[in-house]
């Protein structure tokens, strides 16, 4: 059991820091800043290049918390808050990746909840320093304020479209 958690929180912790260094860099195939603010820019967020930081920090420092198996709940509850605010952003294109859904997202929610209610397994940092293990109301407390904090950042920072969805990249008629 310790070996597969260890695994799953150095792959998924390490997928959702590198994402959050995409945002803010031209690292691992990143735009830089100013592509990261662009594109919270053009998903209807206020902010700009603040949006950008404090989602990029937030994705970086909770994967790699996760990752290390430190602070697990609140790691998992970081996480769980920046995904799901990139789930709500796909979710007009359904689930599935490939129709760029929300599939992912979903994914690295539930995988940090879980994370959140197991714990991180013996090799970990959490282990090592004695914290572990986390009373169950910790991750409870994770997996309830993670996304609830992703769906209020989602309901303060986005503007609501004045186009309709796909309106600016219609053809025009005729």
Same mark, same amino acid.
């Given at each position: 059991?310790?070996?597969? $958690?260890?695994?799953? *929180? ?8 590198g994402h &959050? @260094? /995409?945002?803010? %860099? ?9 592509? &990261?603010?662009?594109?919270? *820019?053009?998903? &209807?967020f206020r ?6 930081? @404090?989602?990029?920090? %937030? /994705?970086?420092? =909770? ?30 294109? &359904?689930?599935?990746? /490939? ?12 995988v940090s909840?879980?994370? =959140? ?11 090592? @320093? ?5 009373? $169950? ?16 950042? *989602?309901? @303060?920072?986005?503007?609501? %479209? ?5 309106? *600016? ?6």
């Amino acid at each position: 059991m310790n070996a597969g $958690l260890l695994v799953l *929180r150095l792959v998924v912790g390490l997928l959702i820091a590198g994402h &959050g @260094v /995409q945002k803010v %860099s031209f690292h691992l195939g990143g735009d830089g800043l100013a592509g &990261g603010t662009e594109e919270f *820019r053009h998903d &209807g967020f206020r902010g700009g290049r603040l949006t950008a930081l @404090v989602a990029g920090g %937030s /994705q970086i420092g =909770a994967g790699l918390f996760l990752a290390a198996g430190l602070l697990t709940p609140l790691a998992a509850m970081a996480a769980m808050g920046v995904m799901t605010v990139a789930g709500t952003v796909k979710l007009p294109k &359904g689930l599935w990746v /490939q129709n760029d859904g929300f599939e992912y997202p979903l994914v690295l929610v539930l995988v940090s909840a879980a994370l =959140a209610l197991t714990g991180p397994g013996r090799w970990s940092l959490d282990e090592a @320093v004695g914290l572990t293990p986390w009373p $169950l109301w910790t991750g409870v407390a994770a997996v309830v304020a993670g996304p609830a904090s992703g769906l209020l950042t *989602r309901a @303060v920072l986005h503007r609501p %479209s004045a186009e309709p969805e796909g309106a *600016r990249y219609a053809r025009p008629a005729g």
